[in-house]
């Protein structure tokens, strides 16, 4: 039902204003919020399947199922967020493994029932787009038009080195299409370097989550606390998705690299990400001035 841009419908145009609204986006952060309010709420039940376990997991899989057949990597990095947060909560770990181990059997099922389906099936469902992108990480053919943005990102990290060409010299930018996106962390390491852009880059993503986690394990709201945890989880999954995409060690997904990445959606809702991580960050603060003054 969405507008389609880049062969996928992930996208609303707000009437009037004419601009595109990706409702995914909205979707993660209402859903991690609910989860991470739930988890707080349901602590003295928090062993319990029906009292917790069921409501908790019931919107997960709806969210993550309208998601799925437009946006899989976002559906998995949202499902994948749930999980690790549900797991943090205490819930209890049987149920867990054992609706992943349901989860993994029924979706192995429908794909292949799935790729039997005649082509133009497969195509509406974009699990015509899932196999070819597969099979192209597979086959790694590098005379294969389907790998060429690929194999312009291997091109981009070979020729940039330990030192990089430079800011504003990348070459292999100029022949992607969008390099502003998907491939954006190989275009940094052609300009920046192997240290300064590849692992620098990755170093903040994990001093972001070292620094999530201190706040978290320090604030005494256990709300705040799931929150910011989600938050983070969701930016640090995405982040690691999009550069291991860009190194081919996963086939190509539609994730931007958060806060570099070129993107309307994707910036603002990664900007309220922060800004509810700072939010659970400045209440810890508040907590610790009461204190000190209560001691003066």
């Known amino acids: 039902m969405g507008t389609n841009l880049n062969d996928a419908s992930r996208w609303l145009v707000v009437p009037g204003l004419g601009i595109s609204f990706q409702t995914s986006d909205l ?29 908790i997991m019931l919107p997960v899989i709806i969210i993550c199922g309208l998601i799925l057949p437009a946006n899989f990597s976002t559906a998995a990095v949202l499902f994948a967020t749930c999980l690790l947060l549900m797991f943090v909560g205490r819930i209890n770990l049987k149920y867990l493994l054992a609706f992943i181990g349901t989860g993994i059997v029924l979706f192995a099922i429908f794909i292949l029932i799935a790729i039997n389906l005649p082509e133009d099936a497969q195509k509406s469902l974009r699990i015509y787009t899932w196999k070819k992108r597969v099979e192209n990480f597979r086959d790694n053919d590098v005379k294969s038009s389907s790998n060429f943005q690929v194999n312009q990102a291997k091109i981009a990290i070979a020729t940039g080195g ?75 999954f995405q982040a690691m998705i999009n550069m291991a995409v860009s190194v081919n060690l996963i086939p190509v997904t539609g994730q931007p690299l958060p806060f570099v990445s070129k993107g309307g959606t994707s910036v603002m809702f990664t900007g309220i990400a922060i800004g509810i991580i700072l939010s659970v960050s400045r209440g810890l603060e508040k907590e610790t001035e009461k204190v000190i003054d209560g001691h003066s």
């Open 27 to 55: 979707a993660k952060l209402g859903l991690i919020m609910y989860v991470a309010r739930l988890l707080s709420k349901k602590q003295e039940q928090i062993k319990e399947f029906k009292a917790t376990f069921v409501p």
């Open 162 to 236: 330990i030192s990089g060409k430079g800011p504003g010299k990348s070459t292999q930018r100029n022949f992607l299409p969008h390099p502003y996106s998907d491939f954006m962390y190989a275009f940094i390491i052609e300009e920046y370097g192997l240290v300064i852009g590849g692992v620098g880059v990755m170093f903040l993503y994990l001093l972001l989550l070292f620094r999530t986690i201190r706040i978290a394990t320090k604030t005494t709201s256990t709300f705040g606390a799931f929150l910011a945890l989600g938050c983070c989880f969701l930016l640090i």
